[in-house]
């Protein structure tokens, strides 16, 4: 994918992305999620930090395995973003190469789009929306 090394992310035309707070109920998350097509939402700290995120499949089958309280918070059943000093968080803006997104993606199952200072989450970028990218522009 060289030919799309300085292309920046915006390019990808992502919807924007929305957030669940720590508390908001699971049943509201999967609601949301289903809605707007999205496979996993950011969870934000009451700072509007991202602190983790909602696998929505997961969160739907433990849901209907009885697994899951409806009413129990998403924090409950998020995966916690680690950052250590071994593991530093990436940070992915709007100004960062898609190259560079195609890399942080070999790794990592999505990539949350924010502004430099970390203050707003603006997209959640997966490995699907670089390839539907690349088919659409023929690289």
Known sequence: MASIASTPTPDLQLPPAFSLPLTEPISRAIELAYDRDFSHIPVLDRHRRPVGYVDVANLKEKWEAG???PNGKVSDYMTKFRRTASEPYTV???LTSLSELERFLETNLFALVTD???KFVLALATQQDLDNFV?????
């Open 116 to 118: 430099s200072n970390r």
């Open 135 to 139: 088919s659409r522009r023929g690289f």
């Open 92 to 94: 992915i803006t709007p």
């Open 67 to 69: 697994k899951a309280d």
